[in-house]
């Protein structure tokens, strides 16, 4: 079964952080970009960050520079991301996707193949 599968999620307090991951099954995340985006009830979903395949390319939403940190796990199939310093405006559920293509850190929801259930992040103020 292909699958990818956040997790990480939960509640924290302004300030605080987490780290979401995303494992892959049945399908490779080494040797693709791996994204996340994240999506809030009622509003459109939006870029968070990328990496690419082999980790020494970043792209990151201005919003959320040098508070997040997204990262590729040493076997290759897992991606993380860190967040720091979190805020309200972060509440979200959060989905790491596939790219299509292993240098592309697009924020175009169009440029991944595969997407995962999401984990939800709340933030309280």
């Known amino acids: 079964q292909v699958q990818l599968v956040e997790s990480g999620g939960g509640l924290v307090q302004a300030g605080g952080s987490l780290r979401l991951s995303c494992a892959a099954s049945g399908i490779l995340l080494g040797g693709y970009a791996v994204g996340w985006f994240r999506q809030d009830p009622g509003k459109e979903r939006e870029f968070v960050a990328a990496i690419n395949w082999n980790g020494r390319n970043t792209n990151y939403r201005d919003s959320v520079k040098g508070r997040f940190t997204i990262s590729r796990g040493n076997a290759g199939n897992t991606v993380y991301l860190q967040m720091d310093s979190l805020k309200p405006e972060d509440t979200a559920a959060y989905f790491c996707?596939?790219?299509?293509?292993?240098?592309?850190?697009?924020?175009?929801?169009?440029?991944?193949?595969?997407w995962g259930q999401g984990t939800q992040v709340t933030v309280s103020s």
């Open positions: 996707a596939r790219g299509i293509y292993s240098n592309d850190l697009s924020a175009a929801g169009g440029n991944y193949d595969y």
